[in-house]
């Protein structure tokens, strides 16, 4: 019987531009993932600062992290222990919520309690992360559509 090998992909500095730009929002979009995954299964707080490969774009860099990169970044510099953060908008980052799903984790919209409580500002808490997550959704498509443009 033989077996399968995995395939090294040959690592080359891509030259043009274009190429360049789209590969870059593809791994950083896997990083991303797979980062949010990783925050998820062991609670690690982790931050990621990355620079567009364009001289045209609008932003010195793009960052990512779990629960805060501020707060990681400032721990870091300052030599001390992150703090962690509750946040009111885990629920609706869209990196947590494909996480979780990739992982087959469920999502908090899927909690059975949601459907039997009589509290009021809790109703209202999971109604406006809900309105917020499709609030996002729609800037991206709307960004996506002018991307493609």
């Not at 980052?93 to 494909?98: P, V």
């Amino acid at each position: 019987m033989v077996k399968g090998t995995k395939r090294k992909a040959v690592m080359k500095k891509i030259t043009k531009r274009e190429s360049a730009a789209t590969t870059y929002t593809k791994r950083t979009n896997g990083l991303h993932s797979k980062i949010a995954q990783l925050c998820l299964l062991t609670d690690a707080q982790i931050a990621v600062l990355a620079t567009p490969p364009s001289a045209n774009s609008n932003v010195s860099f793009f960052s990512f992290g779990h629960t805060s990169v501020d707060s990681i970044v400032k721990a870091y510099l300052t030599g001390g222990k992150p703090v962690r953060e509750e946040r009111d908008d885990d629920d609706e980052d869209l990196g947590i919520c494909f996480a979780r799903k990739e992982l087959g984790l469920p999502q908090w919209w899927d909690d059975e309690r949601l459907l039997t409580t009589k509290n009021p500002e809790e109703l209202m808490r999971a109604m406006n992360s809900v309105l917020r997550l499709l609030a996002k959704i729609k800037e991206l498509r709307a960004q996506d559509a002018y991307n493609h443009q």
